[in-house]
């Protein structure tokens, strides 16, 4: 089985808002393959309401959310699509990370919501079969 990988690092950390904010992103995605794409992270989190998305194609998309009200806590996410691409040269197709994040309770100054070493791994495989386990 032939196999591509490609690895994104987050550079540093990303503080999150109201306003979406793209944490890590792969561009372009060769069109006519199947790929399988992971994402992983940790967010530091006090007194708010984050949602993470990844997001790689039309349909082929996964998210989070990660609610916490009192004191602070750091948790890890982790997120993963698979899609097979149309054979379309003018196709341009970005596979990303993004996140928002909201306070729980009070205002925008009482919630933080930093992500933290969010990773991106695209991985092109000769073909995609789903079961249940």
Known sequence: MAADAVLVFQGEDV??????KTLVKLAPMQPGRSYVVWAKGQLFSRNSHSTLRLEAFDDAKDSVEISFSDNQCLT???LMVATTLPPDDDLFTVAKIT???RPFVGGPETGTAIVKNATLVVLAVDSIRVQQG
């Open 76 to 78: 890890s996410f982790a």
């Open 15 to 20: 503080v999150l808002g109201q306003v979406e």
């Open 99 to 101: 996140g928002t994040s």
